[in-house]
């Protein structure tokens, strides 16, 4: 036999021997290592009966998520409420008054004093803007010369207080440092300032108060405890 015809025979028994051993490798399911079944003969279709059964477990919502649904959640509570309106001059008490009035709330008016420290009137400008230097050299810096007021013209003014102990106290003091001509009196009773204290004032009605309180803008309202 020819060397040609010995080759050719041993490559058609080798091309039947390969495809021998692969048509007799099992089947492959197609599946990537890693995901192949887990003991498929030990899973179970659960009843639903059996899945109510099943212990619960909370879903804890992440913390942006539980306040976002807080704020849902709260309910804005909403009441009657105390306010004070101060700062009212003489000439507006009565016009104040009249506003509360027809708001029919529970209310009271005070008389604001005024106590106020400071020295009497000297006989010129440049008189009192001297005295004035000689309180700054001293420390005392807050002060001014009443320039506008005919009654008061001249004077310098200390200090402004609304309780009488602090503008005593004031005084005390000053007279230490050898401020001598330093005196107490209650500011202007005739410009004296007055707060009306409202209460149980029910938001609608405080809204009302609100757009009045806009009529007289050097006035102040705020809302306080209640007692």
């Keep these: 036999m020819k060397w040609r015809e010995i080759f050719w025979l041993l490559l058609f028994a ?39 059964a099943l212990p619960k477990t909370e879903t ?3 913390a942006p998520l539980r306040e976002q649904q807080k704020e849902q959640q709260t309910v804005v509570a909403t009441g009657p409420a105390c306010y004070q309106w101060g700062g009212l001059s003489e000439k507006h008490i009565e016009d104040a008054r009249e506003i509360v009035k027809d708001l029919k709330v529970n209310y009271r008016t005070e008389i604001v ?45 200390i200090g402004v207080f609304k309780d009488e102990n602090l503008a005593e106290k004031l005084v005390r003091e000053m007279r230490a ?16 300032l007055a707060v009306i204290t409202l209460n149980n004032v029910p938001p609608n009605k405080a809204e009302m ?11 102040e309202l705020t809302q306080v405890a209640c007692q």
């Design 60 to 62: 804890v919502a992440p």
């Design 209 to 219: 108060l609100r757009r009045a309180k806009s009529e007289f803008p050097e006035s």
């Design 113 to 157: 004093k005024r106590y106020w420290v400071y020295i009497p009137p000297l006989a010129t400008l440049e008189a009192a803007q001297k005295r004035n230097e000689e309180l700054h050299d001293m420390g005392v810096n807050d002060t001014f010369i009443l320039k506008d007021d005919a009654q008061w013209r001249n004077a310098i003014s």
């Design 177 to 192: 440092r050898g401020v001598n001509d330093v005196t107490k009196a209650v500011r202007d009773q005739e410009g004296r």
């Design 14 to 52: 080798n091309v039947l021997l390969f495809g021998w051993l692969k048509l007799s490798e099992p089947v492959s399911s197609g599946m990537q290592p890693g995901h192949e079944q887990i003991m498929p003969d030990k899973m179970k279709l659960l009843t639903p009966a059996e899945v109510s």
